[in-house]
């Protein structure tokens, strides 16, 4: 892999994203899939359709991760998405609306992962005229 931080965070949040996806279905396995409520991962809110994101949005990283073009692209995506869901968020809890269960540690998760996503995909591996990549 090269020297990348679009590529090496595309990598890592991916892995995470997916694994997390995983994990969720193992406990909320009696949740219906159209339930609103969600089952505890750590301290995180989950359910069904919480659980497919994760999986989507992991693979969508991993997948990004083969080009530093494409992990910039989906790093940045997936940053703005999480920023508008963690702001989102702050106004559907407690609400019928909340139809991926979340609660206020998924928020300041959400949030967290927007700034880092947003901030390297934004950031890092720019092109200056002559070609050049930078930090």
Do not use: C, Q
Request: aromatic share 6%.
């Amino acid at each position: 892999m090269s020297s990348s931080a679009n590529r090496l965070l595309a990598t890592v949040f991916g892995a995470v994203y997916l694994l997390v996806g995983l994990a969720g279905f193992a406990v909320t396995s009696g949740v219906g899939f159209a339930a609103t409520e969600g089952s505890t991962l750590l301290l995180f809110e989950v359910n069904p359709l919480h659980n497919v994101v994760h999986l989507g949005v992991g693979a969508a990283l991993l997948l990004a991760s083969r080009s530093t073009t494409a992990a910039k692209a989906v790093n940045t995506t997936v940053g703005a998405v999480y920023l508008l869901v963690g702001v989102l968020g702050l106004f559907l809890i407690g609400t019928g609306a909340n139809i991926i269960a979340l609660n206020g540690a998924d928020n300041v998760l959400h949030l967290a992962s927007a700034v880092v996503l947003l901030g390297v995909g934004l950031a890092a591996d720019r092109r200056t005229a002559d070609g050049l990549a930078t930090a």
